[in-house]
Every structure is written in C-alpha cells, then in structure tokens.
C-alpha cells in the first residue's frame, strides 16, 4: 500500500514540475520570443512549442 501511495506522490510531483516549467517558459524566453516576434511577417500566428 505504501509503495502504491509513494508512486502516487512521485506521479503528481512530477505533473507539478511540470505544470511549473511550462508556466516559466515564458518567462525565460522573453527575449527569444521578441526575437522571433520580429522575424515572422504573420504576428497573429503563434509559434510553434516542440515538445520533446
């Protein structure tokens, strides 16, 4: 029962981690985005994220 908890925990440590990288990326990637804003003649489009 206590490994089934700690998966559990594991699981939603990791969603968390998650849910916080992709709330920074932002964040981080000001600049980069202003770069690539500039360099797309379509600026409504948004870019495209690859997520691995």
């Known amino acids: 029962q206590s490994s ?7 699981k939603m440590a990791l969603n968390m ?5 992709i709330a920074a990326w932002p964040i981080t990637n000001v600049n980069d ?7 797309r003649p379509h600026k409504n ?8």
């Open 4 to 10: 089934v908890e700690f998966t559990a925990l594991v």
């Open 45 to 52: 489009q948004p870019a495209k994220l690859h997520v691995s």
């Open 17 to 21: 981690q998650q849910q916080i990288t």
């Open 33 to 39: 985005r202003q770069a690539a804003r500039r360099a």
